[in-house]
Structures are given as structure tokens and as C-alpha cells.
């Protein structure tokens, strides 16, 4: 029974930020200002990190059942108010920064916290081997919680615009809103049909690394070099990525996201088994971030809080995908499952090429999408 409530939570890291925004979009949209939302679920998720970090020092020696149970729920809540906070976030963003300074932005992001997050991995190494559990892993959740709190409050403080809105919608009219959204604009499709592509591409990402350990008989102290590499392509994202539009990002993404099959297939040696991650990395910040500017880019500034809801939520089930790598890889062996992600992204490149075809080539920004 553990060990189908971890794999619960993995479902929950997996979906929550993007199941639950149709459902928030139509209930916000016709607020001018978004802030409050991101302020309430951001209490809320620090509430639940602070609450199992107590838990942790008063049930982890003698309850440890319970103690999983609580954390799992807590932590749902966490993700939870995480995707409910999303649609805020996004529109946010959307008015706070400009158009041509929000690849930055993302890119910056994703690589100041790849780095934050490499260091704190050694620190929590310490924390773990120097003290007893379960003072261990409550230190861990309180000093997180700490963290948690200090990028909140600095995200609250933004002073946010008003923006223009559409009227307050119910559940089955914010439905019928984003069947609409869909039918009206062909660019909202393709950037979906690319995203979902993928998503669904990424099955066979957990498995490049064991892949790559395996063929080339590499000691585990290696693994380490892997981490190098895929840092090394966050910032190396910093000055490629900036210089493009955003459905050409998505493109190139793509095509970096589709190399480390590429290379497994070819058969591969010391320098192709490390540039594996080298690429996988590139592509998948390429994608994180054009699928964001894309979704603020095509529809209207009054339709973005509804287009946002809808399209992360019909994306939410298809990062489930990555589960059933395993399946393929163990009946049908490792070059299937690297042929099929190879597949995937190409076409998903294909619908990335269609976005960009279709728009202004000397803009950052979209024409019309109606038809």
C-alpha cells in the first residue's frame, strides 16, 4: 500500500498545476486583477509544507503509516493550490513583462532554480547523514517551507495592472467558452496538438540515463557529469533562445527534444552519450518556455485567463505518458521505445513549424487568429 500512495503522489507532481485551470478560469475571469487567488493558494501551500514539517518531527518515529498518509494529502494540497495559483500566475506574468523580455525571463528562471536546486541537493545530503530521523527530514520540510514562503511574498509583491476581462462564468459555460476558444482559433490547436505530441513524447525520458549508464558501462560517480551537462544547457538556453520567436523556440525545441533518441538509435559512444543530455535539456527548457509565451501570445488579452484554463487541462492527462515508458521498454526493448519518442517529436516539431507559418515572421507577436 506505500508503494501505491508514492505512486499517487507521482501522479499528483504530474498533473495538479495543469487539471485544475479550466475550472479556475471562468470563475476569475472577469476580475481585473488576479493577485488575490495567487496570494490565497500561496497560504495555503505554505500552510501545508509548515504542517508537514511538524508532522514529520512528532509522527515519523512512531507512526510512520499515518505519517505517509498525512504527507501524501498535504502535499496534494500543495499541488494543488499550485495549478489552482497557475492561471493567476500566467496572467500575471502576461502584464507584468514584456513580450520580447519574457524568453528571458523563463530561461532565467528555469536556470538560477536548476542551480539553486543542484546546491540544495548537496546540503540536504548533509542534513540527511547528520542527524537522526525523522529531525532530518523536519529540518528539510522546515527550512523548505522557510524558502516557500520568502518567493511568495516577493511574487506578491508585484504591483499588478488591470487587465481586460470577459464575464464570470460558470462550470459548464467555461466548458462551452473553451469548445469555443478551440473551434476559433487554429493557432490554439496546433500549439496543443505540438505540446501534447511532446508530452506524450517524453515516455521515454526516465530512460536515457539508464540507457546510456548501461551501453556505455559507466561507474554511478558518473552520473554527476550528466548534471553538468544539463546545467550547462539551461544556460546555454540564456543566449540561443532570446534571439528567437517563440513558435521558432518551440520548433528547435522540439528537434533538441528528438536528438537524444537520434543518438541512442544511431548507436552511441562516450561524447554522443553525453551530449544526450546536453540536448534533452536544451529542448525541454526550449519547449517550457515557448508553450508559456505561445499561450500568452495568441489569444486576446480578455480570452488569455480562459485559453490558459483550457488548454493546461486538456494537456494534464497526457503527462501521465512518462508511466508507460516502462511498460513499452521492458515487452518490446529500448529502440522501440526510442523510435516511438522520435516519432512524437518530430511531429510535434511539424505543428511548431505550422505556428510560426502562420504568424507575422518579424514579430514576437500573433495577428489575428479568428478565422
Known amino acids: ?57 512528532f509522527l515519523g518515529s512512531s507512526y510512520p503509516s499515518l505519517l505517509l ?66 529531525i532530518n527530514y523536519a529540518k528539510i520540510f522546515f527550512i523548505a517551507s522557510g524558502i516557500i514562503a520568502a518567493g511568495f511574498t516577493f511574487f506578491s509583491l508585484i504591483s499588478e495592472r488591470e487587465g481586460k476581462t470577459e464575464r464570470k462564468l460558470k462550470t459548464r459555460e467555461t466548458i462551452r467558452e473553451g469548445i469555443k476558444l478551440w473551434r476559433d482559433m487554429p493557432l490554439l490547436r ?26 556505455l558501462s559507466l561507474p554511478e560517480k558518473n552520473v554527476g557529469y550528466f548534471v553538468v551537462l ?45 551530449s544526450v543530455f546536453f540536448f534533452l535539456s536544451l529542448g525541454i527548457t526550449g519547449i517550457t518556455i515557448s508553450y508559456l509565451n505561445l499561450l500568452m501570445e495568441i489569444p486576446p488579452e480578455e480570452k488569455r485567463v480562459m485559453a490558459v484554463g483550457f488548454l493546461n487541462t486538456l494537456i494534464g492527462p497526457l503527462m501521465l505518458f512518462p508511466m508507460v515508458g516502462g511498460i513499452i521498454a521492458d515487452f518490446f ?23 510560426f507559418s502562420m504568424k507575422d515572421r518579424t514579430s514576437s507577436r500573433f495577428p489575428e487568429n479568428r478565422r
Open 1 to 57: 500500500s506505500s508503494r501505491f500512495l508514492i505512486g499517487l503522489g507521482s501522479i499528483f507532481e504530474y498533473t495538479s498545476w495543469y487539471l485544475p485551470q479550466l475550472f479556475v478560469a471562468g470563475r476569475i475571469q472577469h476580475r481585473e486583477k488576479k493577485k488575490f487567488l495567487y496570494v490565497y493558494m500561496a497560504v495555503l501551500r505554505f500552510l501545508s509544507i509548515f504542517t508537514i514539517a511538524w508532522l514529520v518531527f
Open 69 to 134: 498518509f498525512l504527507f501524501l494529502t498535504l502535499f496534494a494540497v500543495y499541488a494543488i493550490c499550485g495549478g489552482i495559483a497557475g492561471v493567476a500566475f500566467m496572467d500575471i506574468v502576461a502584464k507584468s513583462i514584456d513580450p520580447d523580455k519574457r524568453t528571458l525571463f523563463w530561461n532565467l528562471r528555469r536556470a538560477i532554480g536548476g542551480t539553486l536546486g543542484a546546491v540544495s541537493g548537496i546540503w540536504v545530503r548533509r542534513i540527511i547523514g547528520n542527524n537522526p530521523f525523522p
Open 190 to 215: 496546433y500549439l496543443y496538438y505540438s505540446r501534447g505530441l511532446l508530452a506524450i513524447a517524453a515516455l521515454s525520458l526516465p530512460f536515457y540515463s539508464i540507457y546510456v549508464k548501461e551501453t
Open 230 to 274: 544539463v546545467m550547462s544547457a539551461k544556460f546555454a538556453g540564456l543566449f540561443i533562445w532570446p534571439r528567437l520567436p517563440s513558435s521558432l523556440i518551440l520548433f528547435f525545441g522540439s528537434l533538441s527534444f528528438a536528438m537524444p533518441s537520434v543518438l541512442c538509435l544511431s548507436g552511441i559512444n562516450l561524447l554522443t552519450g553525453y
Open 333 to 355: 526493448g529500448y529502440q522501440v521505445l526510442f523510435s516511438i519518442s522520435l516519432v512524437l517529436s518530430l511531429s510535434g516539431s511539424f505543428f511548431a513549424w505550422k505556428i
